[in-house]
């Protein structure tokens, strides 16, 4: 066992799984304790890659999940179906250790922060939804439910922060010796590297950020422009389809058009999801939005989105399922706590100006949108009890860092948008390399190949701009202009 000056300890234990084929090591970190106690509250598994051959490098990666409550995939299946053979192909040609670990409350940490009343609610939606308003009542009171729950059990809700999963992160590698390292992050993960990296200047080499959600960006307060932006990129998906035979605009009249008749017409669409026996829920207009927003995340979705929407206006169903259980199956996955993210998103960001929704600009440009978008939404009220809100890295756009960053990004990303990426490079000053990919969404490193090639590149020559192949199949044009950093992305409001 290795004690840290933080107070966190680090015990190295036998991997929960059976490995026969790399060098692995696995521990636990004891998280430190907050000042005035003693007693850690969160332990962290790790999982450590070591790279056996003469050439490594001192430097290692360490790999920061999205989420916030989504896991590393550190259970035994995802350790030999996922990781191991991501190691074979790709992480080993880094010639460094690969650190991975869960987050606080996520994946195989304890103790377990979970409420299944989220589950049951998703189920109900699924099933019986009602409206936005009266659903976000619901959501509410579970919410509160919840909350009640996890006092009641003793976690420590005012510790699942980005800037305490920080100090866990330089607690993990001052605890394996590493002097300096990699941080590669996703989605979520990318925000808690920023801070990692502001906080721990001297001991961040690279920073590499995929899909990146800023400290800037404040994704409660964005979600109206990220619902707006995410249907404009199937509007537009329109002059791309040969199969699509109207103009943008007739295509998004009978889009909204379809979105009323469901209000009051709802269908039944067969599902296959035997774990909780759904063999059928229903479509409603909320929910079909829902389900085109969820299916934007996947690679080339966006080009056959218009035939099924249009399908749909033809009451024709064949072209539904497919998405629909996609969707019902992430919907009801239970490797991710909506505790945890709740509690992480509501601690780091500050509260929702709701004047943003209600001025004139705002009125018109979701006006089709604002029946969606219900105040009663904004639970963070309820996480935010005993918490005092900390600003993420404020220091981030008044002192400009010269860390060598990489950022990627996904054109048709409905989450994590390039804006977002534009404006994380706009505060490492010259020092960061951004790349957009045409037709890929989120995340990029999942979807082009080439973008490890680039991350090699960066990682043993920081200092220059990396290069790769990207042609035929991994086409990198980009159809928007959004390569260009002083270029911002526009899209069009909805219509009146």
């Not at 103790?111 to 099933?127: D, F, G, M, N, R």
């Not at 590698?173 to 992050?185: F, K, T």
């Not at 199956?329 to 601690?347: G, I, K, R």
Request: proline share 5%; glycine share 4%; net charge neutral.
């Amino acid at each position: 066992m290795k004690r840290l000056a933080s107070g966190a300890f680090f015990q190295k234990t036998s991997c929960w799984f059976e490995n026969t084929k790399h060098p692995l090591e696995c521990g636990w970190l004891h998280t430190a304790p907050i000042k005035g106690s003693t007693e850690s509250k969160f332990q962290l598994p790790v999982v450590i890659f070591r790279y056996q051959g003469n050439d490594k490098k001192d430097d290692p990666v360490i790999f920061l999940s999205g989420g916030p409550g989504t896991g590393s995939w550190l259970d035994e299946k995802s350790i030999n179906h996922y990781w191991q053979n991501l190691w074979e192909t790709q992480l080993s040609s880094l010639q460094r250790d690969v650190v991975l670990f869960d987050q606080r409350g996520s994946g195989l940490s304890r103790p377990k922060v979970y409420c299944s009343a989220y589950q049951e609610h998703t189920i109900k939606l699924l099933t019986q939804p009602d409206t936005p308003q009266k659903n976000a009542l619901h959501y509410k009171k579970i919410t509160q439910a919840c909350w009640n729950q996890l006092k009641q059990q003793g976690i420590a809700i005012s510790q699942l922060a980005t800037h305490y999963s920080a100090n866990d992160v330089a607690d993990i590698m001052s605890a394996l010796d590493y002097q300096y390292w990699n941080i590669q992050g996703v989605s979520y993960g990318t925000r808690l590297g920023i801070e990692v990296q502001r906080r721990y200047p001297n001991q961040v080499h690279t920073l590499t950020l995929d899909s990146a959600y800023p400290p800037s960006a404040h994704l409660f307060q964005d979600w109206p422009m990220l619902l707006n932006q995410s249907l404009q990129h199937i509007f537009d998906q329109c002059q791309y389809n040969e199969q699509c035979t109207i103009t943008e605009v007739e295509f998004e009249k009978k889009f909204w058009q379809l979105i009323h008749r469901l209000k009051y017409n709802p269908l039944k669409v067969a599902v296959n999801n035997t774990e909780f026996k759904l063999d059928e829920v229903t479509v409603n207009d909320e929910t079909l939005l829902a389900v085109l927003f969820r299916a934007s995340y996947q690679k080339n979705i966006l080009k056959h989105l218009n035939d099924v929407l249009l399908a749909l206006y033809d009451n024709d169903v064949s072209l539904l399922p497919s998405i629909v259980n996609k969707y019902v199956e992430n919907q009801l996955n239970s490797s991710s706590s909506d505790a945890v993210y709740w509690a992480v998103e509501c601690h780091d960001n500050p509260s929702i100006d709701t004047q943003k929704y209600t001025s004139a600009e705002s009125e018109l440009r979701y006006q089709r949108l604002k029946y969606y978008l219900p105040e009663e939404s904004d639970v963070c009220e309820i996480w935010n009890k005993d918490y005092e809100y900390i600003a993420l890295n404020s220091q981030n756009t008044q002192n400009k860092t010269f860390k060598p960053v990489l950022i990627f990004s996904g054109e048709d990303d409905p989450i994590t948008p390039t804006d977002w990426a534009i404006d994380a490079a706009a505060t490492f000053e010259n020092r960061a390399y951004l790349f957009s990919f045409y037709n890929i969404s989120h995340p990029v490193m999942g979807y082009k190949p080439c973008a490890y090639t680039l991350y090699r590149n960066f990682l043993n020559n920081p200092d220059k701009r990396p290069r790769a192949d990207c042609r035929s199949s991994e086409k990198t044009t980009s159809r928007r202009g959004l390569n260009d950093k002083s270029r911002k992305s526009q899209y069009s409001a909805l219509h009146k």
